[in-house]
């Protein structure tokens, strides 16, 4: 009976590893789901960065790929905030303390919103953690990116320099 539930347990940490490292998925342009996120934390509307590039990102305190995805983030701000460059994590803790210790052990520069009952995540159909969305400056959603490694960083960085060099029409 143990070996049973420990064989269960290995199993899911497993099945849940292997969606947090999965591929990127290209959306090529898409509408978003909705013009405004509900959260915990307020209302979080897209039209208020129409003209910017938006990087959201959903990420939980236990998610240890996060763990990794935060010092890239920060840079990502630091390097194209001036460019255009707009990043926005989305917490799903349960519990806010949780979420507060994870930012001290690792700073974030950027904007952080809180959601502990996953509207947001539910609207956007977030299925692994840490997954991002970017957005172009249309509002148009146009790359969803899964799991996070720093072997992807360079992947990450050209969608996003892409997006800041296209112009609006």
């Known amino acids: 009976m143990t070996h049973t539930l420990l064989f269960s347990i290995a199993f899911i940490l497993i099945t849940v590893s292997a969606q947090t490292v999965s591929a990127d998925t290209a959306t090529g342009k ?3 789901p909705t013009s405004t996120l509900m959260t915990t934390g307020g209302p979080f509307s897209f039209s208020d960065y129409r003209g910017k590039v938006i990087l959201i990102d959903f990420w939980a305190s236990w998610c240890a790929p996060c763990r990794e995805s935060f010092p ?6 630091q390097r194209y905030l001036d460019r255009g460059l707009t990043i926005i994590a989305i917490n799903l803790d349960s519990e806010a303390p949780e979420a507060t210790a994870f930012l001290k052990r690792n700073r974030a520069d950027f904007s952080v919103i809180y959601d502990n009952e996953g509207l947001s995540a539910e609207t956007m159909n977030v299925e692994a953690m840490p997954t991002s969305f970017l957005i ?3 509002g148009i959603l146009r790359h969803t990116l899964t799991g996070f490694t720093t072997s992807k960083e360079s992947k990450h960085e050209a969608l ?3 997006l800041l060099n296209e112009t609006i029409r």
């Not at 890239?72 to 701000?77: C, E, G, K, S, T």
């Open 30 to 32: 898409q509408n978003l």
């Open 160 to 162: 996003i320099k892409q």
């Open 72 to 77: 890239w983030m920060n840079l990502m701000h």
């Open 136 to 138: 172009d400056r249309k």
